[in-house]
């Protein structure tokens, strides 16, 4: 790993910790609805320097954080590992293999999809093993993640755009 | 619009995407109305076990021991609500009274759920008069 690719990762990192740290303060009805602003600075990581630093970026991310709201090692922390790892890798994979077919906008939709999607099946393993619960719960988290994907894309959509734009200059 | 604007535009698979992901959302939910109607048992499950099984009629309040301590449900006019957990968050309490589907509390491990099964769900009764 070259040292500016350390030193990106280090400052990506603490964008996507300060997302998070400021999103735990927004009050929620419902504290596992969350808009996952964090996946915002993943996106343009995985866009403009590749899968590896945005893995990197969610582990950081993940572990620091739960350091920090004193979540380490619980239930919580479980659930934003798997979630982050395997929305990442979902977005890498898509970006990958098909980079012309989506716009962030849709990578964004992919990772929410996927980080819910994970998210489920951890709480399946790790709390209940009741197949109804999560039937139940699984269209909530479906449509607030799309919403919140949309979010987030169109973000990392401008955020990339302003990027390249001071990149040129 | 610039070229590099348009390399971010929306593509057509971003709509497909969006528009399959609405449609799943709206059918999930439809499905659910559909398949979870209103049901005549309540069941109390702590950790996995079946700890009481109540018709739904009776206004009764029990209270049942978690992992994290006691919880207390109530039922109600042929409704059903946390009243009392020991949890952190409280999303059980929250979600207030319901008539189908179910109440999760995921740390303390309670699951309250409203079911209607036939010829189930009548254990731990005594009896029901009708």
């Keep these: 790993m070259e040292l500016q690719d350390k030193y990106r990762i280090a400052l990506l990192s603490s964008y996507a910790l300060a997302l998070q740290g400021l999103e735990a303060l927004i009050p929620s009805p419902v504290p596992w609805l969350k808009p996952g602003l964090s996946n915002i600075i993943t996106l343009i990581t995985l866009y403009l320097y590749g899968l590896r630093p945005a893995l990197m970026v969610t582990l950081v991310r993940v572990l620091l954080g739960s350091l920090l709201l004193g979540t380490f090692l619980g239930p919580a922390f479980f659930l934003s590992l798997a979630g982050g790892v395997t929305s990442t890798l979902a977005m890498g994979a898509v970006f990958t293999f098909f980079p012309r077919l989506f716009s962030l906008f849709g990578l964004s939709l992919t990772g929410a999809l996927f980080h819910n999607i994970a998210q489920l099946f951890v709480a399946y393993l790790l709390f209940v093993q009741r197949i109804e619960a999560f039937v139940l719960v699984a269209p ?5 993640g799309t919403l919140t994907g949309a979010i987030n894309g169109i973000a990392a959509r401008y955020l990339v755009v302003e990027i390249e734009k001071a990149g040129d200059s | 619009m610039s070229s590099r604007e348009k390399k971010h535009k929306v593509t057509f698979a971003d709509k497909v995407l969006t528009a399959l992901l609405a449609f799943l ?15 005549s048992d309540v069941k109390i499950e702590v950790a996995g076990k079946l700890e009481y099984s109540l018709p739904i009629s009776i206004d009764k309040t029990v209270e049942v021991n978690g992992p994290l301590g006691k919880a207390i449900v109530e039922i109600k006019d042929n409704r059903v609500s946390m009243k009392d957990a020991p949890c952190n968050n409280k999303i059980c309490i929250h979600q207030g009274w319901i008539r189908n589907g179910a109440i999760i509390c995921l740390p303390n491990r309670v699951i309250v759920s409203i079911s209607g099964l036939p010829g189930k769900g009548d254990e ?7």
Excluded at chain 1, 140 to 144: D, E, K, R, T
Excluded at chain 2, 25 to 39: A, L
Excluded at chain 2, 124 to 130: A, K, S, Y
């Design chain 1, 140 to 144: 909530v988290l479906i449509g607030a």
């Design chain 2, 25 to 39: 959302t709206i059918t999930s939910f439809i499905f659910i109305k559909e398949v979870m109607p209103q049901g």
């Design chain 2, 124 to 130: 731990g009764l005594d009896g029901i008069t009708r």
